[in-house]
Each structure stands twice: as C-alpha cells, then as structure tokens.
C-alpha cells in the first residue's frame, strides 16, 4: 500500500483527527471496546493543539501591493531590491517602511511568501466642513464628492463617507482648516 503524503495545516489536522475520534465512537457501538483508540487520537488531539503555529505577518497595504506585484519570483527581486536600492523607483512609504530597520523588511516578506499576510485594517475618518456642518460624502454615478447635513449610509448614491487618510490627502482635505476630520470608532 502506497503512503499518501499531504501538507496539511495545524487546524486541517485537529479536523482529521477528529472525525477518526468519531469513527472509532462508533465503532464501539457496533464492534465492541474500541474506546482506547478514541481515548489516544484524543490525546494527539491535545498535542497538536500545544503546537506552535506561525503568525501571519500583518502589514501596510503598500507592503502587500509590493509583495503582490513580486512575488512570483520573489528571491530575484528581493534581491534587486537590496543590490539597487537606491535606483529602484519605489512609492515613497514604500521605500520608507523597507529602509526602516525596525520593520525587519525582509524576513517580513519572506514570512510573508511562506505563511500568508494580512493588511493592517487601515484607519477610517469623516470630514465634516465647518462653515456648514455638512459631512463630506463620495458620489459614485457622478464620481464626485458631496456635501450632506448627515452622514446617512442608507442613501443609494452616496458610497462613502468614510475616507482613508491618503484619500483624503488626495481630496485636499488632510490638515485644510475649514474641515473637521475625526477618525472614525470601530463598530
């Protein structure tokens, strides 16, 4: 008989593990006293349940746009980056997170290739004009931005009225003294 040989992450295995438990319960019921069998795949159970499993690395949406871009050959163009890295023509807060050494850059991306990512949930806020208090709202048929007295997310034709900072950088609305940016509480 030909083994089978699979990768399976930490979870995929309690799963397997699992449903051999429930296979030999029943059985018992059928056959007799195989509980001893249920009792150590409880056992294992345990033990890889102390496993340590790696961390996904959380980073910046611009890491993972640069990750995104190469990683199908991700050891060359790691290593053009750090071979040309001054002549490389990075976004600037790309560039910046990559020369900083607290970042640990490049055991980032690597962890990055072997365990997946996630990207930082990036922090959302209201502008609301000061001389009318109205909120600044995105119009997506027009593709335009408005001004609306409240903030109602129910209206069909207003998509956003959260911004992220760079759209609002983007808006000339980031530090313009005749707005009022207050991040916005997660719900």
Request: net charge negative; hydrophobic share 35%; with cysteine.
């Amino acid at each position: 008989m030909k083994l089978e040989r699979w990768k399976m992450n930490k979870q995929e295995a309690i799963e397997k593990l699992k449903s051999r438990v429930k296979s030999h319960w029943l059985d018992e019921e059928i056959y007799g006293d195989n509980s001893v069998k249920a009792i150590e795949l409880n056992m294992a159970i345990d033990i890889v349940n102390q496993i340590d499993e790696p961390e996904k690395p959380v980073v910046p949406r611009f890491v993972a746009e640069w990750y995104e871009k190469n990683k199908d050959d991700l050891e060359y163009n790691l290593y053009k980056l750090c071979t040309d890295f001054r002549e490389q023509k990075l976004r600037e807060d790309f560039h910046g997170w990559f020369n900083d050494d607290n970042n640990k850059s490049i055991e980032t991306l690597v962890l990055m290739h072997k365990f997946g990512y996630e990207v930082e949930k990036e922090k959302l806020y209201t502008a609301k004009l000061k001389l009318t208090n109205e909120y600044l709202g995105y119009e997506s048929q027009l593709n335009d931005l408005l001004h609306y007295k409240v903030p109602d997310s129910s209206a069909k034709e207003v998509t956003a009225f959260h911004f992220t900072e760079d759209d609002l950088v983007k808006y000339h609305i980031w530090g313009n003294d005749t707005y009022e940016v207050r991040e916005v509480e997660d719900e």
